[in-house]
Structure formats: C-alpha cells, structure tokens
T-cell receptor, first 113, second 111 residues
Framework: DTGVSQNPRHKITKRGQNVTFRCDPI?????LYWYRQTLGQGPEFLTY????????KSRLLSDRFSAERPKGSFSTLEIQRTEQGDSAMYLC???????????FGEGSRLTVL | GEDVEQSLFLSVREGDSSVINCTYT??????LYWYKQEPGAGLQLLTY?????DMKQDQRLTVLLNKKDKHLSLRIADTQTGDSAIYFC???????????FGPGTSLSVIP
C-alpha cells in the first residue's frame, strides 16, 4: 500500500464553479479526516468519518461544502459555488480506529480565481 | 474548543539543540502530538505523549509536558540540516477524537 492518495493534486477554478476532491485512504483504515490548510497556518479540522458515518463537522464547513464516504472506503469533498476564500490546501488523513497516528496525504491545492 | 499556540519561527545552528514550545487550552486533551511537515510532503507523526506522562524520549527527540501550565515542548538534540521543516503541535481528547493542530513552527537549521 502506498499510503493516502489525493486527487487532483492541484485544481484551478473560477469563482462560482463546483469542485470535487477525492481521497483514497490506507486500505484497512476505518477513520478518514478532512482538514484545510492555508499558507502559514496549521491544518484546520473540517470533518471526519468512521467507516461511512460522518461523525463530526466543523462550523468552518459551510453549507457549500459536503463530504461523503459512501462505502467506507474512498471519500469525496465537494465545494459548491467556490469563493476566493476557499483557496487552500485540502488535506485528507486516515487512521486505524483507536490508533493515535494520522496518516496524511500530500493534499489537493485549490486556487479560486 | 481546543486552541493550540506555537511560536512561528526558530533558527538554530547545526549541531545545537532545538526547543520548540507549544501551549494548549483544553485541560481535557489527553493526547499531545508533534507532527513534521517537509516541503511538498504530507504531515508525518514524529511522536506523541499521553497526558499522564511528564516526559518521553525517542532517540534525538525529547517531549516534555507540563500539564498544570498546559505547556508542551519538543527538544531535538544535535539538530541537522535535514531537520529543517515545519513542526506542528497538536492535541486530541481521546485517540478516537479529532486532532486540533497549532499554526506550526518553521525550524531553520544553519549549516
């Protein structure tokens, strides 16, 4: 297994367009997390799943954001009607329930023009 | 909710020790972590400490926890140029809970 995979690595879009990011976690990991990171800041928690259940959503996650993990494997993060303030690196991490280490992907960078 | 603070920059000479400091606000944080992020790479867990411990040592890394002051530090002995990276302090209430990260400390090692 090669670790957590995120696609696309970089997305440039115009304001108002919808974008979707995909995360493939490490295969046996049942927990999956989405974070957002802007320049000079640490990762900000957005949401996380245990298997297919979405357990918590941050207040940062406006109604334009939706995340799914339909079969408890890969996850998608969709941003509708993108705004320039959505420009950031979107990080996905996975873990094996009860284990303390999060394994991060390399991130998907979003640029909204 | 939890808030984690760190100084943003640290510069040390190769061979010296580096000490990166962190404070957190939520006394119910049970697990405290140090993650490392190298340019263009994902975050990697360096080490963690459970709140009932005062110290943890792992090769060149020493973590000190002052639970009363909610202060965590990471000491890197014999700092090398390869240690140049951003170091994130993080906290969680349980091993199942979300992890809250600080803003990161950018460590520069001068040859």
């Amino acid at each position: 297994d090669t670790g957590v995979s995120q696609n696309p690595r970089h997305k440039i879009t115009k304001r108002g367009q919808n974008v979707t990011f995909r995360c493939d976690p490490i295969s046996e990991h049942n927990r999956l997390y989405w974070y957002r990171q802007t320049l000079g800041q640490g990762p900000e928690f957005l949401t996380y799943f245990q298997n297919e259940a979405q357990l918590e959503k941050s207040r940062l996650l406006s109604d334009r954001f939706s995340a799914e993990r339909p079969k408890g494997s890969f996850s998608t993060l969709e941003i509708q009607r993108t705004e320039q303030g959505d420009s950031a690196m979107y990080l996905c991490a996975s873990s094996l329930g009860g284990m303390r280490e999060l394994f991060f992907g390399e991130g998907s960078r979003l640029t909204v023009l | 909710g939890e808030d984690v603070e760190q100084s943003l920059f640290l510069s040390v000479r190769e061979g010296d020790s580096s000490v990166i400091n962190c404070t957190y606000t939520d006394s119910s944080s049970t697990y405290l972590y140090w993650y490392k992020q190298e340019p263009g790479a994902g975050l990697q867990l360096l080490t963690y400490i459970f709140s009932n411990m005062d110290m943890k040592q792992d090769q060149r890394l020493t973590v000190l926890l002052n639970k009363k002051d909610k202060h965590l530090s990471l000491r890197i002995a014999d700092t090398q140029t390869g240690d140049s990276a951003i170091y994130f302090c993080a906290a969680s209430e349980t091993s199942y809970d979300k992890v809250i990260f600080g803003p990161g400390t950018s460590l520069s090692v001068i040859p």
